[in-house]
């Protein structure tokens, strides 16, 4: 049963008659899971958070990075350095009060992925990166959840319902995933800030649909839309049994880790420790932004927030190690992807875990 504060606040709802009563109860009552608090997350969670979608699961392992706020519109300099599903949580909770947040402050993946997609009713899929997309695609197939998914490029968007009460998957439509010189991220090409939030909005249309039964499920369609133009396209496919029925059991899970990934040499805390106090230490580099370097960062190094890069590429040296690091080791292996896939370098080593590994399995920092 809807209370006073919520008839009020969903009045407008409750006045269309293919919504009313009995839908907002729908929407209270579905719990609906957004992969990703960036670009796409922001106004899809923005927008279920005002329709009165009950519970949002709110997953993303990375901070707030300065060059995040030109598009990420639930964050703002305040945020800096905090994990983006806390902060998003934060502003869903502002935005609307009678909304219950689970917050996940971590990236999916392949170990957890099953029990976190288990707890939901619909998985609205806004990463940034081709493993993730596939990863939660096998894992709906496997669970029998809609996948909601954005993408975005540069000037254009697309969106798409997958796993939809028997159509087809998002490998139906993508069956091989694009090299990582293919599928470069925001970071590496850039995107147009208010993209995110036209494609974002599409796909939180699209999970009210699903949740309410209404109108046609962009299922088995692809919307396409370009921003220069202002032109949109729908293009239709079919499902194909065989690609299908791929899913968590019958994929190779160690093929996650390796879609559109290039070879990164690694380095674990412990291991990184010993060698800043060799006779030859690493050349250290730090992605992250002011605001967490001045909160804690490893002696000497040199701080080149991820967004920054490739302006201050001539920073880094060419001939002696370097071991990149930020909070999770995420974006350092992005840092590390953009040097040697557009600059050529092969002296780079990621720091596993970041800082959060260090602080954990090292604490101090050496003298």
């Known amino acids: 049963m809807l209370t006073p504060d919520e008839r009020q606040r969903y009045q407008r709802h409750l006045q269309l008659p293919e919504i009313g009563e009995a839908g907002q109860e729908k929407l209270k009552a579905t719990r609906v899971l957004v992969v990703g608090a960036g670009g796409l997350g922001c106004p899809v969670l923005q927008y279920l958070a005002a329709a009165g979608v009950g519970t949002l699961g709110i997953a993303d392992g990375d901070a707030v990075e300065m060059s995040n706020l030109q598009r990420q519109v639930l964050f703002g300099p305040a945020n800096l350095g905090q994990n983006k599903a806390e902060a998003a949580a934060e502003a869903v909770q502002r935005i609307n009060p009678l909304v219950t947040c689970e917050v996940v402050p971590r990236r999916v993946d392949v170990a957890a992925v099953r029990d ?208 990149v690091y930020c909070r999770s080791g995420r974006r350092s292996a992005q840092a590390i992807d953009q040097l040697q896939r557009e600059f050529g370098f092969d002296n780079l080593t990621n720091l596993t875990g970041g800082t959060l590994a260090w602080t954990a399995e090292v604490g101090s920092v050496p003298e």
């Open 116 to 323: 976190l997609v288990a707890r939901y009713d619909i998985v609205v899929d806004g990463s940034d990166n081709f493993p993730t997309r596939y990863l939660l695609n096998d894992a709906c197939v496997s669970l029998g959840k809609p996948l909601v998914s954005g993408a975005i490029y540069k000037f254009e968007g697309q969106v798409s319902v997958f796993n939809y009460q028997g159509g087809p998957t998002y490998r139906c439509l993508f069956p091989q995933p694009p090299t990582a010189a293919e599928a470069p991220n925001c970071s590496a090409i850039g995107v147009l800030g208010v993209l995110p939030g036209l494609v974002g909005c599409a796909q939180a249309t699209e999970t009210i649909k699903v949740i309410l039964g209404l109108g046609d499920i962009l299922s088995g369609r692809l919307w396409l839309f370009d921003a220069l133009s202002f032109q949109t396209r729908t293009l239709r496919f079919a499902r194909q049994p065989e690609r299908a029925r791929i899913n968590l059991d019958t994929a190779d899970a160690a093929d996650y880790a390796e879609l559109c990934q290039p070879a990164i040499a690694a380095v674990s805390a412990p291991e990184l420790a010993q060698q800043l106090v060799s006779e030859v230490p690493p050349f250290l580099l730090d992605v992250r932004e002011l605001p967490e370097y001045a909160e804690f960062h490893l002696p000497s190094a040199a701080l080149i927030p991820l967004g920054s890069l490739s302006q201050r590429v001539a920073e880094l040296p060419r001939h002696h190690p370097i071991v």
